[in-house]
């Protein structure tokens, strides 16, 4: 089976990264340089014509958006654990997926670039004020979530590798982290796995390669 990953490094194809590297699988991964705006290029649209990432090829399948890919490698290699396997906390699994990719995501990706939401002139910081509050609110969540837990489901589980992302993507924003101790705890927590460390370190190389090809 032959398992290429379409990523970009800071993007949330960073999850996916984990997941497949938290199985054991051999992928090969194609690192597109957003800043050259490599997703945009013609050669990339026609095999995503969404030009986003992640995207996963699978024997040549091609297969987008963040829960069917977690959902996909679970599957792939049961023996990871990466859901639970009774048809509700598979279910509980895809419910937190799809509330980091609905319901987090889209608004850490409104402080990021508040002009794609509302292009008039000086409502870009009253985009990054609503988004911010929005967080607050998911995070508070999840801190509750996290409390009793080390990870999202108890033990570790596909989510954590969105939720750690998005966690991330958070504090690059300057937000604050520490009205959520359990989720700072939790994302020091997720540092110290070794698919995380290996994602970092590939993705530090990953930049440096950007910059020596400028």
Same mark, same amino acid.
């Given at each position: 089976?032959?398992?290429? @990953? ?28 957003? !800043?050259?705006?490599?997703? @945009?290029?013609?050669?990339? !649209? ?5 030009? %986003?990432? #992640? ?11 963040? *829960? ?9 290699? #049961?023996?990871?654990? @990466?859901?639970?396997?009774? #048809? ?40 990054? /004020?609503?988004?911010?509050?929005? @967080? ?13 837990? $080390? ?22 924003? %300057?937000? $604050? ?10 994302? *020091?927590?997720?540092?110290? !796995?070794?698919?995380?460390? !290996?994602?970092? /370190?590939?993705? %530090? ?7 020596? *090809?400028?």
């Amino acid at each position: 089976m032959k398992i290429e @990953l379409f990523y970009s490094p800071v993007t949330c194809a960073m999850a996916p990264y984990i997941n497949l590297t938290e199985a054991n699988a051999e992928f090969e991964v194609h690192a597109l340089n957003f !800043r050259a705006a490599e997703h @945009l290029s013609a050669e990339y !649209r026609k095999i995503n014509p969404k030009h %986003k990432v #992640p995207m996963l090829v699978v024997d040549g399948e091609r297969l987008t958006e963040t *829960a069917a890919i977690h959902l996909w490698i679970a599957r792939a290699f #049961p023996e990871a654990k @990466l859901m639970p396997e009774d #048809p509700i906390g598979q279910a509980q699994a895809i419910s937190l997926l799809s509330w980091v990719s609905g319901g987090i995501h889209p608004y850490l990706s409104r402080i990021n670039a508040p002009l794609r939401v509302c292009d008039i002139e000086g409502t870009a910081e009253n985009v990054v /004020e609503h988004a911010a509050q929005y @967080l607050y609110e998911a995070f508070g969540l999840a801190d509750k979530i996290l409390e009793d837990n $080390d990870y999202l489901m108890g033990d570790y589980t596909a989510p954590d590798a969105y939720f750690f992302w998005a966690v991330r993507r958070y504090t690059q924003f %300057k937000l $604050d982290l520490n009205r959520f101790p359990n989720i700072a705890a939790y994302y *020091a927590r997720m540092q110290t !796995r070794s698919s995380v460390k !290996r994602l970092m /370190e590939f993705q %530090k190389e990953t930049i440096e390669e950007f910059k020596r *090809a400028v």
